[in-house]
C-alpha cells in the first residue's frame, strides 16, 4: 500500500472532498503548521451548498504534474495532502518504506511497477458475482 501510495504524485483533490476539516484546522499536529495555512487560504470552509467548483490543490506539492518520488518527500516534510497519506509516517512499519523511497527515486519506480503488475491481476467480479455501481460511493 505505501508503494502504491506514490500514485499521489500526481494528480489534484478538490478541497470541500478531502481536506476541508484538515485545512480548516492548522492545529492538526501531522500537518507542517505553515504548509496547513497555505491550504487554508486555498481552501474555504466547507459548505453544505454542494458546490463542485470548489479548489483544486495538487497532491504532490513539489512537483505536481511529474511521476516521481517527491510525494514522499513531501510526506517527511509533513505536507501530505491527504490524511491516509501522512498517516503512512505514523506507523513505524511503514515509515522506514517513505523514508527509503523518499531517497531513491530509482528503488520506489521499480517497486511502483511490480505492485501495478500485481495488483492487475486481481480478478475482476462480474455477472452475479459484481456490480458496476452507478456511484462508486453507495451499493446499487
Known amino acids: 500500500m505505501v508503494t502504491l501510495s506514490g500514485a499521489h504524485s500526481i494528480g489534484v483533490s478538490h478541497c470541500h472532498s478531502q ?58 516534510n509533513h505536507h501530505g495532502l491527504l490524511t491516509s497519506d501522512q ?17 531513491n527515486d530509482a528503488a520506489w519506480a521499480k517497486k511502483f511497477a511490480a505492485a501495478m503488475v500485481k495488483m492487475g491481476s486481481i480478478g475482476v467480479l462480474t455477472g452475479r458475482n459484481g456490480e458496476v455501481r452507478k456511484n462508486c460511493r453507495v451499493v446499487n
Open 87 to 103: 498517516a503512512l509516517l505514523s506507523s513505524y512499519s511503514t515509515t522506514g518504506i517513505v523514508r527509503n523511497y523518499a531517497g
Open 19 to 76: 481536506i476541508g476539516y484538515t485545512a480548516t484546522h492548522p492545529q492538526d499536529p501531522s500537518m507542517d503548521r505553515k504548509f496547513a495555512r497555505g491550504l487554508k487560504a486555498k481552501c474555504p470552509r466547507p459548505s453544505n451548498s454542494g458546490n463542485r467548483r470548489d479548489p483544486i490543490v495538487p497532491l504532490d506539492v513539489l512537483t505536481p504534474n511529474k511521476f516521481d518520488n517527491k510525494y514522499y518527500k513531501d510526506l517527511k
